[in-house]
């Protein structure tokens, strides 16, 4: 019934927070940090962090219901002795903290920029800031775009009338038009088409 599934919710709840309270960071080498969560902001409203965050790398430990880290929490129940067969298994079961890593932040930084490049926003900059409390970290990107770039003149060049006739038939399935953002995958996506409209008619 629903007060039966209501209770069962709270137990995982409660048994969640048991779990994630203990101490992760004991797994954390010396000299480094616990990266607690990643963040995107945008300074324009058009650009949702949500369709860019498959750009970052690197990921905070996961979560159950968006809130509790019950994976990391298992793990933590664990010791730090491999021999030991319980701690295998939490090992196994449980996630590992996820530990800081820079190279995976400029390497997410360097992506998303080129992700926002390719939607028309040439001079997107990402810059991070790394706030550090203890000996855990919480990482933010900052999306930047810029100005958006727009499509205000479409020409299409042909080898010969032949060729012209066989693309301009099929126009009508083009997803370009003037005025449109600039989408570099909009732009192979065309070009994908018109080489697959080519060789289905015998040029190769």
Known sequence: CARNRAYQLFLLLSIGVILSSCSATRFVPEGQYLLSSVRLRSEQPEVLPSDYRTYVRQEANSRWLSTLKVPLGIYCLSGTNERN??????????????????????Y???????????????????????????????????????????????RREFDNDTVRRLIMADSSASRL???????LALLSEERTRIVHRRQNSGYM
């Open 108 to 154: 997410s930084a360097a992506a998303l920029r080129l992700a926002l490049q390719s939607k028309g926003y040439l001079q997107a900059r990402v810059d991070t800031t790394l706030t550090r409390k203890g000996r855990r970290a919480t990482l933010t990107y900052h999306l930047k775009p810029g100005n958006r770039s727009y499509v205000h003149e479409l």
């Open 177 to 183: 038009y003037k005025g449109m953002p600039l989408d």
């Open 85 to 106: 067969l319980f701690n295998r298994l939490m090992h196994r079961i449980g996630e590992a903290p996820v530990v800081y890593n820079d190279t995976l932040t400029g």
